[in-house]
């Protein structure tokens, strides 16, 4: 039997080349390079990659467990639900989208393909969806995450109606007997298990700290000693690192290591955390090394493009993939984009599911995703406005 399952890529879909995963590759090296002789620097990465994990990492591990966990819970067949849904599938196909992740989403894909689904239920979905970064923005500002994800299954089923209104239900559908493979980054390489089992030791103390963290609990002069005064840090810089490593450096590797825990919700969550905390880290780096480096804010960047940002952010929405539509919520997170622009991105993301829409159905693809700029840079503007 066929159950949702968030995040996992269809049988057949296979990675994708990573020509961008060797740029990050070497400027991690150039970044630990430079650390190694100016110690200034070095602090700057060990504080941000430390802030990353125990403010972020954490709390996206813990809403990860919880929402996996349930998921697997209550697993039921999806396609064959949606398939027999008649008029209510646009709806339940914005509703898969706007679930954390990109597995609903790419689960409307393939069946508009096959013939199960009508375009407007493609629409709604990728209308809906917000990818991995939804995980992130619920971690850190669940009512933002939940407002944002009801956004997006409003917005996402009443365009759906409309255009299966205007075009039909079989509007652009290839043949599926022709499609080519897709080529997506929901399949996370896994670690060695023994790569894993550190892994889940240190989150255990990480979410204890984010949690402490978050009130404002400053544990380093608790546990300072003689080796250093920022035992905390050390380790959060520490998991950070290892999350980061987990997630870049098994794309290098060709054999997969299949030794993976026996769990599939740790497995799924150690893989997304790191997939999220990867983005998230690159975010943060940027900041605060520009900072470091020229001395100016990135906030102050965005200040001066003022009423471009939103738009800004819906064009960014339209590429594929989860790793940009990460860096825009972390922006919005960190105060330096408004929240207008984090509504226009969240509406005119794919995530993930953009890779085998575009595979399967490129017209399809193409054409829903700049349908969904429509409602994205109306909501964007309409908040902006209102909050002006």
């Known amino acids: ?33 430079w650390s190694l002789t100016d110690a200034n620097f070095a602090q700057v990465i060990i504080s941000t990659i430390a802030d990353a994990y125990l403010q972020v990492t954490t709390f996206v591990a813990a ?77 850190k500002e669940p009512l933002t995450g939940l407002m944002i994800m ?10 759906g109606y409309i255009v299966d209104a205007l075009h039909g239900k079989d509007f652009l559908r290839p043949d599926a007997s022709d499609a080519p493979e897709a080529q997506t980054d929901t399949q996370r390489k896994e670690a ?30 608790v546990f300072a000693n003689q080796l250093t005064d920022q035992p905390v840090t050390l380790f959060g810089f520490m998991a950070g690192l290892l999350c980061f490593s987990m997630w870049l450096l098994p794309r290098f590797i060709k054999k997969n290591s299949h030794s993976a825990p026996s ?11 790191n997939f999220v905390t990867g983005w998230v880290i690159i975010a943060f780096l940027i900041f605060e090394v520009s900072l470091h480096v020229t001395g100016y804010e990135l ?51 794919d995530g993930d599911a953009l890779f085998p829409a575009i595979a399967l159905a490129p017209k399809a693809a193409l054409v829903a995703t700049l349908y969904s700029t429509i409602p994205a840079l109306l909501l964007a503007y309409g908040w902006y406005f209102y909050q002006a």
């Open 1 to 33: 039997m066929t159950t949702l399952s968030l995040n996992k890529a269809p049988v057949g879909i296979a990675t994708r080349p990573a020509p961008l995963y060797w740029a990050l590759l070497f400027v991690a090296l150039t970044l630990a390079i």
């Open 63 to 139: 809403t990860l467990l919880i929402f996996y966990g349930l998921e697997r819970l209550f697993g039921f067949n999806a396609v064959k639900y949606l398939s027999r849904s008649g008029a209510w599938q646009v709806p339940l196909a914005a509703a898969l989208g706007a679930l954390p992740g990109c597995g609903g989403a790419i689960i409307v894909v393939t069946n508009y393909v096959s013939g199960r689904l009508s375009f407007g239920a493609v629409l709604a979905t990728l209308t809906a969806t917000m990818g991995d970064a939804a995980f992130l923005l619920i971690a």
């Open 150 to 159: 009801a956004i997006g299954l409003v917005v996402g089923t009443i365009t």
């Open 192 to 221: 060695p298990q023994f790569v894993n089992r550190i892994w889940l030791i240190a989150i255990v103390p990480g979410i204890i700290i984010g949690v402490l963290g978050a009130f404002q609990i400053d544990l380093d002069p």
């Open 263 to 273: 769990s599939a919700v740790l497995r799924q969550t150690i893989a997304d955390t």
């Open 299 to 349: 906030a102050q960047l965005f200040d001066g493009l003022a009423i471009w940002v939103p738009l800004i952010a819906v064009v960014i929405g339209l590429l594929p993939g989860c790793g940009p539509q990460v860096l825009v919520t972390s922006l919005y997170l960190a105060g330096i984009v408004p929240l207008s622009a984090q509504i226009g991105n969240a509406i005119s993301n």
